[in-house]
């Protein structure tokens, strides 16, 4: 085959090394971990990362946000994942929160949204658009929603979501836990009060974890950061709650850490409890432990036992996988993607690049030369055979058609944008050398330029045409 489907070849070559991996795991499944990175321009926003044994993790998506958000205030974090009890769908709840945009952290906590951001799944690849949830509008004076989290509680028969809220009450304006119920992460009951702590002493960052077999004595535990990372177990979701103790006692305290998270390990009687060293700025820690009902219990993983991948990983939630769902994350979002350009087969001196998102075209002497850079990724809507376009300086943003016309776009899940940013990579209709690229949502149109400018067009015989339609994937 010709050098010029090289890219082509790479990727099915790393779809078929993820499916060989899943299988190599077949009796551990593995782990998703759901992410933001930090105050960056990209780093509140959604990334993955997986494992095979809940230590070493492997980030998804090149280290870029897999997800972005588009509603609210267009920027995520404190993200948790959550699996319908028959497995049949999945939500990722977030706050809605963009330090990154200037607004500082004062008005974050009393002016802030109170909003969550809600992305819905049927196979942990592809996603709904992202909704808005305002689960904290109706507490009066409500200055935030932080830290989502959800948990199925069959005594309801419904999810309880719980959160942090600032607000004043009862004299003291300070955080507390909030929830509410749903059975569709659409509609919400009003909501209520769920945990407070005595005087002035605020309370963030809870996260709730089923225990099977009740190890420990509790059916459920609950980690909370309150000073300390308390922990306290229970027999009822929406019960009456016991202390276990907390993190001091392995020498770690609230103003250490923060943003705990519970998981069990696949196939063992064992936990784990990440919290993010916000303090000193050094990401995750992982704690293990085996018995829930006790905190001096908990032992801090040794250096060199774990390994948190590339990125940065700031507060989200572990979700426990099946081989089969580890497997379609790895096929995918795995892997390595190059750095590639697209250089324009009649005119080889311009190249395809983005400029001001809203206009994209074929320029030479591209400045800044990243704005012509893409990653040349798994088809977003079908990742059999079909390509999508990664921007390289905009970190979650795709070259999509809309109306014809081509822009870059931050990608925010929906099938919509999916489709009209996949393309079939085929033998380039005015050089078999090259390639064009047909797309999946109008399957009789194709990328080419036209004066310059990017555009999706339905291409007949002649020969110009065709050529506009040709490309080289280049370094």
């Known amino acids: 085959m010709k050098k010029i489907h090289k890219s082509v070849r790479a990727l099915f070559a790393a779809a078929t090394l993820a499916m060989s991996f899943a299988g190599a795991q077949a009796q ?18 959604t990334y993955m990362a997986v494992s095979t044994d809940g230590m070493h993790w492997t980030d998804l998506n090149n280290s870029q946000p897999v997800l972005r958000s588009t509603v609210g205030e267009k920027g995520v974090r404190d993200h948790s994942i959550v699996r319908s009890p028959d497995g049949s769908k999945y939500w990722i709840l977030a706050t809605d929160l963009r330090i990154a945009s200037g607004k500082g952290w004062g008005t974050a906590m009393h002016q802030g949204s109170t909003n969550l951001v809600i992305w819905e799944s049927s196979d942990l690849v ?183 991948g590339a990125s940065h990983k700031r507060h989200g939630g572990i979700l426990p996988l099946s081989d089969a769902e580890l497997s379609r994350l790895q096929a995918q979002w795995g892997g390595t993607t190059p750095i590639t350009r697209l250089q324009s087969s009649n005119f080889p001196d311009r190249y395809v690049r983005h400029a001001n998102f809203t206009s994209v075209r074929i320029d030479a002497n591209v400045s800044p030369e990243d704005d012509a850079k893409f990653r040349i990724v798994k088809g977003l809507a079908d990742n059999a055979g079909y390509v999508s376009f990664a921007s390289v300086n905009q970190p979650g943003y795709y070259l999509r058609q809309k109306n014809s016309a081509f822009e870059l776009a931050p990608y925010d899940g929906s099938p919509e944008f999916a489709a009209d940013a996949t393309f079939a990579e085929v033998l380039g209709l005015g050089d078999t050398t090259g390639s064009s690229f047909k797309s999946y949502s109008r399957p009789d149109y194709y990328m080419r330029h036209y004066a310059y400018q990017l555009r999706l067009d339905p291409i007949g015989d002649d020969a110009v045409s065709r050529s506009d339609a040709t490309f080289r994937v280049t370094d």
């Open 28 to 45: 551990s499944g593995g782990y998703l971990l759901v992410h933001f990175t930090g105050e960056s321009e990209s780093g509140e926003q």
């Open 126 to 308: 592809h996603w709904s658009a992202p909704r808005l949830a305002n689960v904290a509008g109706a507490i009066p004076n409500a200055g935030c929603a932080w830290a989502p989290e959800a948990i199925w509680d069959p005594e309801s028969n419904a999810y309880i979501v719980y959160w942090t809220t600032i607000s004043p009450r009862d004299g003291k304006d300070k955080p507390r836990i909030y929830y509410a119920k749903t059975t569709d992460f659409v509609t919400f009951t009003p909501p209520q009060l769920y945990i407070e702590r005595p005087g002035d002493q605020p309370i963030i960052d809870t996260q709730i974890i089923e225990v099977a077999g009740s190890v420990g004595g509790y059916k459920y535990v609950r980690a909370s950061g309150d000073g300390q990372i308390t922990l306290e177990g229970s027999q009822s979701i929406l019960g009456a709650w016991t202390t276990i103790g907390d993190l001091s006692q392995v020498g770690l305290t609230g103003q250490m850490v923060e943003g705990p998270i519970l998981f069990k390990f696949n196939g063992e009687a064992r936990w784990g409890l990440w919290v993010d060293q916000y303090a000193s700025g050094r990401g995750y820690l992982p704690l293990t432990s085996v018995n829930m009902g006790s905190a001096d219990n908990w032992k801090i993983a040794p250096e060199g036992s774990y390994h948190l």
